[in-house]
């Protein structure tokens, strides 16, 4: 056989150490919430369009963990979905490890599907309460033919489930004969199932009691670790992402508006926004300082304000604000932040 004859071997392009895994561009996702159309007709009302994210870009390095905080409402979820392409964005593109997840229905995006996983707030979404744990693991394994035979499945759920600090007889159980935080270790280890490389967590600590949130959160860690996954964490709590992060996202209204290592966010907050969270939340280091409430609230997406929509809740805003949008800057530390207060050197 000569060469032109050999059959042309597809070798996959071998992952760098310094390509991110995900590569977020410029994402969007607008809601179409009008009423029904002949409520429309007849009172004569447009369309009611809800931009729940505008304008996100992001990256992740293989093995870090960036988080994303805001408050209720600012679009943490809905970029979540998009992450794992439960949404498809409205406009920009979201690209794991070299591949557009828009590909993610066709022949070509299948190797991906059991890449990306994501972890709910309520395990209870992810958990059918009719079937047995061993079931409700070995689903994914099933569904994604990665192990043959009965008894090799039944010994890779007793594995997963002793890697999520569960007992192997905890198999022939029900979920409802779990406590929350046990319930959320099973959606771990059903996550964990179809050996993925990327895992988008939503919230998945906020309904639980504060102490299990920490064996939890320590467990997901101690998981990243020995399997070398990346991570996408969401938490309205900035203690949480203290907890868990290498990076944060701040988003308010849809918008990213702070972007930055954990270390620099929480020593050098810039946003007046991220300061606001930060001194809100419970001192950290407990020296003792005041708590203060995070003030106002956060306006209807519906109608958004004019320029910076953060303008009504801020200290700083002037008439700039009120009428241009900040868009976000990189400044000498790599951090990005969208103020026109950061970059006019003023507050
Ligand atoms: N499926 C949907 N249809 C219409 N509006 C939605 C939908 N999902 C979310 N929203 C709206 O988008 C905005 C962002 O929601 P979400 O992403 O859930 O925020 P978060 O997770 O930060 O609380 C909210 O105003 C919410 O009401
Ligand atoms: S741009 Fe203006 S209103 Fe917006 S956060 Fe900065 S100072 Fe405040
Ligand atoms: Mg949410």
Same mark, same amino acid.
């Given at each position: 056989?000569?060469?032109?004859? !050999?059959? &042309?071997?597809? #070798? ?5 150490? =310094? +390509?991110? %895994?995900?590569? /977020? ?25 809800? !931009?729940? &994210?505008?304008? #996100? ?5 293989? =093995? +870090?963990? %960036?988080?994303? /905080? ?278």
């Amino acid at each position: 056989m000569n060469a032109a004859e !050999r059959p &042309v071997k597809i #070798v996959p392009k071998p992952a760098q150490a =310094g +390509e991110p %895994l995900v590569v /977020v561009e410029d994402i969007t996702k607008v809601f179409d919430v009008s009423p029904p159309w002949l409520n429309r007709v007849i009172e004569r009302k447009p369309r009611t369009l809800l !931009r729940a &994210v505008d304008g #996100v870009s992001f990256e992740i390095a293989r =093995g +870090e963990t %960036l988080a994303l /905080v805001g408050e209720s409402g600012c679009g943490k979820s809905t970029v979540a979905r998009m992450m794992v392409g439960l949404y498809a964005p409205s406009r920009g593109r979201v690209a794991f490890d070299g591949t557009d997840l828009a590909t993610l229905g066709t022949a070509a995006g299948k190797p991906l599907r059991s890449k990306l996983q994501m972890i709910f707030q309520d395990p209870y979404a992810s958990l059918n309460p009719r079937w047995k744990v061993a079931d409700i693991i070995a689903e994914p394994i099933r569904v994604h033919r990665l192990i043959d035979g009965d008894a090799a499945i039944l010994a890779r759920v007793a594995q997963l489930l002793q890697h999520v600090g569960l007992a192997p007889a905890d198999a022939e159980k029900y979920p409802h004969q779990f406590s929350g935080g046990q319930r959320q270790r099973l959606s771990i280890a059903r996550a964990l199932a179809s050996q993925p490389t990327f895992l988008v967590c939503d919230e998945p600590t906020s309904a639980l009691d504060v102490s299990v949130q920490a064996q939890v959160l320590n467990l997901m860690r101690d998981i990243q670790r020995q399997d070398g996954l990346t991570y996408l964490f969401i938490s309205h709590n900035l203690a949480v992402v203290h907890h868990v992060s290498d990076r944060v996202g701040v988003m308010y209204l849809g918008r990213i508006v702070e972007l930055a290592d954990k270390s620099t966010l929480f020593s050098t907050p810039r946003h007046p926004y991220t300061r606001m969270l930060l001194d809100a939340i419970p001192d950290m280091q407990m020296t003792g300082k005041a708590r203060t409430p995070v003030a106002g609230e956060v306006p209807n997406p519906l109608n958004p304000p004019t320029g910076c929509t953060f303008h009504p809740r801020c200290p700083l805003a002037n008439d700039r604000c009120k009428a241009e949008r900040p868009v976000l800057r990189r400044l000498d530390d790599g951090a990005q932040v969208a103020c026109h207060a950061v970059e006019e050197g003023r507050g």
